[in-house]
């Protein structure tokens, strides 16, 4: 290999990338595919119908709306990728109208049907009985005709306003004159969308609140002629922004922002597909669209409500049910006092194994996976014993998004309440969430908590949270550092990790990243931790290009990497150049993917796949394997110019060998996946992959079946074994020891212990024969293999399906005895 790049690659060319918009809609196709995929259970299929119009909504209020804006302005620089503004807001517009074409074809022909098969029917209003409808109409008049505003559009009313997302039905009426007036109805939202309807028997029966609407219009507008409605939904643009660096107040801005959007630009229209080409036309002249904005489709128009058929108590038609575990690690920790027990400067108190999570996360770091892991039991414990610990000094946290109902904030009211220093950054500019915080920080600022707002020019994303203990050798810091948001309920259905240490570095790091949120400053040197926008895109160029010169000079070099996005065209071109070096890079990219893997002499090492799952996929691991010394990453940041110039980040190094086994069985589990990835082509296509001989291998139910494990088993201190028979162990874990020294204070690590010490084997069946402890191993081949690992030559799998590792085949082999000998005599 050389140096150079091949004469005929030109990475600036716009041929190397994909584009940002259509690779998102490529994703959201893989969503829908949940919802058409007859192998999923009926209601998981329902639950995608309605996360795929959640998630186009989003998308056509920020990428499009950002997209018609700049073509508003007069923008035509073109991206990375060579398109115009113009040009992307086409293309997009063309690719999402046949995925909502197959949405609405999918419910109409295939979920609709099985439910009423299954014994939920969603009936036309003409498909009820008499009585039924006689019933409708009672609970129209008593319940819904009061809640409604007709607005009319004529002489003496201007248009009337029309809300974002709302569902609305056009009503053209004619007087006793024939003048006809459009009425513009809202659907209110404040009523159930699926209205039950009494059957008398064991059916469950819904009708649409729209239909129930429509149907009693005569008790809405008496003594007018109804000549025809149209059921329709607006989208608007929410790329309402202002100059930060003019505003006076960002609180006052958020909130203009927030109003601004409600009147924004319309950037789509949904129409029912046999609406009255009056009120179609009406709609488009007075909301200044484009024909291309219209969607005109057959069934219902918004699936978001579908939601609730999941609550069905119909086990047999939905997934099983997934609770998440506590860690094995906090499991024992006194539950009463979120395991404070005994303040840990006396140690002497805690007992001989200690009880406090501040011992357990001193002793050795631990690994959350949520939803696997219990938020409650992790992080909520974490932050609740640090603000009741009377040995606690401060506690520092950084918010981008949060529940409405809090105990993350809970626990920091409480702190302040117990005297302890507290610190607040809350992300005004969470986008769609901005309301939620801004009431979160005025109950902070209320409770004498000091709060940060944001950063001009910034957005901080980093999820972190630090707390300041006294102890007997000082003052000790413990972080938490993790891909997630600090949200009890996303915990419950977004994939991620968090790293709980008591690393001084790591803590002195983020000592300074929370001076910067309320100083003038953001530091430009960290011991450990990479920080956007000062650090973090410069030390992965440099770990992406280390690899690219261990493969020139022969030596193992390899990229593996877990993320949501893959935007950033410098990071793209970076890889680029390291697989033309032949480092072999292998991507779990849930969405966005600008890279396009397997092109001739450029990206033929690369490979990219994406898993799309019940859990959404929202954790970031890096791993680069450095010539046999490899190094493993957590943190908030994906690889999007965003990410890396325009937001505070963290990402941490991953040091401990346990947590580093355990990131590695994820990296290559999401690989092994053969039921939910797919795999990306040239072009930006993906298929599904299969399994060739009908072998089902799902990373998640692999993920849910080990913590389950690991939390039942007694002694299990991993939150996940780290270890399956469908899994490859090709991913390097130790570091050379010398570079993997034990953290000042630490204690030894399991498994580290000096073998020579252990005591000889009795003889028995299985013993060592003739002295030679390999014949144990002999017999035993499958309890036994040799781990990718420049510190351990065997590893022993345990009952529990966990591993140890040991230096000596003598070693291996008492644990083999102990383990499967000694327990069957």
Not at 200 to 211: A, S
């Amino acid at each position: 290999m050389t140096d150079e790049l091949p004469a005929d690659v030109d990475l600036a060319d716009p041929q190397y990338y994909l584009n940002r918009e259509l690779s998102e809609l490529e994703f959201q196709s893989r969503v829908l595919n949940e919802a058409l995929d007859d192998r999923n259970p009926l209601l998981e299929r329902v639950r995608f119908l309605s996360i795929f119009t959640k998630n186009l909504d989003e998308f056509f209020m920020k990428r499009v709306g950002g997209l018609k804006q700049q073509i508003d302005a007069g923008v035509t620089e073109r991206t990375t990728d060579g398109r115009t503004p113009r040009e992307q807001w086409e293309e997009a517009i063309d690719k999402a109208r046949p995925m909502f074409e197959r949405q609405a074809a999918c419910y109409r022909e295939e979920i609709r049907p099985a439910l009423a098969e299954e014994g939920t029917r969603i009936c036309d209003y003409d498909d009820l009985t008499p009585d039924q409808r006689a019933e409708m109409r009672d609970y129209f008049e008593l319940s819904v005709l009061p809640t409604l505003t007709p607005l009319s559009f004529d002489p003496a009313h201007p248009f009337p306003f029309i809300s974002n997302l709302s569902l609305s039905l056009a009503v053209v009426t004619r007087d006793d004159d024939g003048d006809q007036t459009f009425t513009r109805v809202k659907i209110p939202q404040n009523r159930p969308r699926l209205v039950e309807v009494d059957t008398g028997d064991d059916e469950v029966r819904y009708v649409l609140l729209e239909e129930v609407i429509r149907a009693n219009l005569d008790l809405l507008f008496p003594n007018v002629e109804v000549v025809d409605t149209a059921v329709f939904k607006l989208t608007r643009n929410a790329e309402v922004r202002r100059n930060e660096e003019v505003a006076e107040d960002l609180i006052d801005m958020i909130e203009e922002v927030l109003e601004q959007r409600r009147f924004a630009t319309v950037v789509r229209l949904e129409i029912e597909a046999d609406a009255p080409e009056a009120a179609r036309d009406l709609l488009v002249e007075q909301l200044d669209l484009d024909d291309r904005e219209v969607f005109e489709l057959r069934g219902p128009l918004d699936y978001r409500e579908l939601m609730d058929l999941t609550d069905l108590d119909r086990p047999d038609l939905s997934l099983a049910s997934w609770t998440p575990q506590p860690h094995p690690r906090f499991s024992d920790l006194d539950a009463g006092d979120a395991g404070i027990g005994s303040s840990a400067s006396s140690p002497e108190a805690a007992g001989d194994d200690g009880d406090t999570i501040f011992d357990e996360i001193r002793r050795k770091d631990v690994l959350l996976h949520h939803p696997y892991h219990s938020f409650g039991d992790t992080v909520q414990q974490f932050l609740d014993a640090a603000a009741n610990d009377p040995d606690v000094l401060a506690i520092k946290a950084a918010i981008y998004r949060t529940a409405s109902d809090s105990k993350v904030i809970e626990a920091l009211i409480d702190a302040a309440d117990n005297g302890k220093q507290v610190a607040a950054m809350v992300e005004l500019k969470a986008r769609f969430d901005e309301q939620n915080n801004l009431e979160w920080v005025r109950r902070l600022e209320e409770e004498g908590i000091h709060v940060a707002y944001g950063t001009i020019g910034l957005k901080t994303h980093t999820k972190t949270a630090l707390v300041v203990r006294e102890e007997e050798d000082g003052v000790r810091l413990y972080s938490h550092v993790a891909t997630g948001n600090y949200h009890s309920g996303t915990a419950k259905g977004y994939v991620d990790l968090g790293v709980l240490t008591a690393d001084r570095d790591i803590g002195q790091d983020l000592v300074k990243v929370f001076n910067f949120f309320t100083g003038p400053s953001l530091d430009e040197e960290f011991r450990k931790l990479l920080i956007a926008p000062v650090t973090m895109r410069n030390e992965f160029t440099k770990c992406i290009r280390r690899e690219a010169e261990h493969a020139r000079a022969g030596r193992d070099a390899r990229i593996v990497a877990k993320m949501n996005a893959l935007e950033d065209p410098g990071i793209v071109e970076e890889l680029y150049e390291a697989s033309m070096a032949g480092v072999d890079i292998d991507l779990l990219v849930r969405d966005i993917c600008r890279l396009r893997p397997g092109l001739e002499g450029v990206s033929e090492t690369v490979t990219v796949r994406s898993v799309v799952d019940r859990f959404l996929e929202h954790s970031r691991i890096y791993y680069f394997e450095n010539a046999g010394d490899p190094e493993y990453y957590v943190g908030s940041a994906d690889w999007m110019t965003r990410n890396l110039d325009k937001r505070v980040e963290a990402i941490a190094p991953v040091e401990d060998t346990d947590i580093r086994e355990q990131l590695r069985f994820i990296l290559e589990l999401g690989f092994a996946d053969n039921r939910k990835a797919w795999e990306m082509h040239a072009d930006g296509t993906y298929d599904q992959r299969d399994p060739d001989d009908g072998h089902e291998i799902s990373m998640q139910e692999i993920l849910m079946e080990q913590t389950l494990a690991a939390s039942n088993t007694p002694g299990v201190h991993r939150g996940i074994s780290a270890s399956h028979p469908d899994v490859p162990e090709t991913l390097l874990v130790e570091s050379d020891p010398s570079v993997m020294a034990p953290r000042d204070g630490a204690e030894t690590q399991d498994g580290d212990e000096d073998e020579s010490t252990e005591p000889a084997v009795e003889a028995g069946a299985g013993a060592p024969k003739n002295g030679d402890p390999r014949h144990v191993l002999d017999d035993f081949p499958e309890k036994w293999y040799v781990p990718s690992s420049r510190h351990y030559e065997y590893a022993v799998r345990t009952p529990d399906g966990d591993r140890d590792y040991r230096k000596t085949a003598e070693a291996a082999a008492r644990l083999v005895e102990k383990y499967y000998v000694e327990q069957s005599e």
